[in-house]
């Protein structure tokens, strides 16, 4: 892993956008993420700006699970000019790349916060598999699928 890279555990809080939060509890794997789990006390340290995502690619994410995309968990990533590589799945979920045409450079799209299968083929229509999205952005789980805010 890159010790440079900012990064931190899932935290599952619903206090909304930008709270800089301190966070007492136990530390675990949970499905292979790292998490808080057992909280026993949440502090609001005040307010900040969402940071910048760190521009990557999508072969530094990779598929299934890969510690050279474990070390991005948590973090807020950018993939500029990806493309999609297969239609929604059964569960809305999609493929893409920054180089369409390497293997190596698959990574998975999650719905965990919007469908995102739905919301491209509801702006391209049905057929969504070719189409070039200028950025996506979101939180790498450690399966190194962001879920995203694609645009």
């Known amino acids: 892993a890159d010790d440079h890279l900012?990064?931190?555990?899932?935290?599952?809080?619903?206090m909304g956008v930008a709270n800089h939060?301190?966070?007492?509890?136990d530390v675990?794997?949970?499905?292979?993420?790292?998490?808080?789990?057992?909280i026993l006390a949440v502090d609001i340290l005040g307010n900040v700006s969402i940071p910048e995502p760190l521009d990557v690619k999508t072969s530094h994410l990779g598929v299934n699970c890969t510690h050279?995309?474990?070390q991005y968990e948590s973090m807020l990533?950018?993939?500029?000019?990806?493309?999609i590589l297969d239609n929604p799945d059964e569960h809305g979920q999609i493929s893409i790349a920054?180089?369409?045409?390497?293997?190596s450079s698959r990574t998975e799209v999650e719905d965990n916060?919007?469908?995102?299968g739905d919301s491209l083929t509801s702006f391209f229509g049905g057929q969504i598999e070719g189409q070039?999205?200028?950025?996506?952005?979101?939180?790498?789980?450690?399966?190194s699928k962001p879920c995203h805010d694609a645009r």
């Open 98 to 103: 920054d180089e369409p045409d390497v293997p």
């Open 6 to 14: 900012p990064g931190g555990p899932w935290v599952w809080l619903n």
């Open 113 to 116: 916060l919007l469908d995102i």
């Open 132 to 143: 070039v999205l200028d950025f996506v952005t979101g939180v790498v789980d450690y399966c």
């Open 68 to 70: 050279q995309g474990e």
């Open 77 to 83: 990533v950018r993939v500029m000019n990806a493309t």
């Open 21 to 25: 939060v301190q966070v007492l509890g």
């Open 28 to 38: 675990a794997e949970v499905n292979g993420t790292t998490t808080i789990i057992n």
